[in-house]
């Protein structure tokens, strides 16, 4: 059974820093593509982010760009996302997902649950 489990957000003050964590088990990690996508309250799903099998390939939606870092350490079948200089716009529940293949292709057949994160002071 694939399962991919979601932790690390919280609340945190605009300008703050936190790790997503996303454990992957049930399938062979290290042979597809992961990303991240978000829904903030009210609003529809944004893609946020990707990376390939073997982390060589990154890719950021734009308003990430610079504050935001996906890697992935395929040994312990975990997928992070490093977010800097958050703003309250980045408030959202923030959901891991496996692509299709090894290369991203942003076509999804399985998701987490969900973390929420939270951008106030």
């Known amino acids: 059974e694939v399962q991919l489990v979601e932790s690390g957000g919280g609340l945190v003050q605009p300008g703050g820093s936190l790790r997503l964590s996303c454990a992957a088990s049930g399938f062979t990690f290290d042979d597809y593509a992961m990303s991240w996508v978000r829904q903030a309250p009210g609003k529809g799903l944004e893609w946020v982010s990707a990376i390939s099998w073997n982390g060589g390939s990154t890719y950021y939606a734009e308003s990430m760009k610079g504050r935001f870092t996906i890697s992935r350490d395929n040994a312990k079948n975990t997928l992070y996302l490093q977010m800097n200089s958050l703003k309250s716009e980045d408030t959202a529940v923030y959901y891991c997902?496996?692509?299709?293949?090894?290369?991203?292709?942003?076509?999804?057949?399985?998701w987490g649950q969900g973390t929420q994160v939270t951008v106030s002071s």
């Open positions: 997902a496996k692509d299709l293949w090894k290369v991203v292709a942003g076509l999804y057949d399985y």
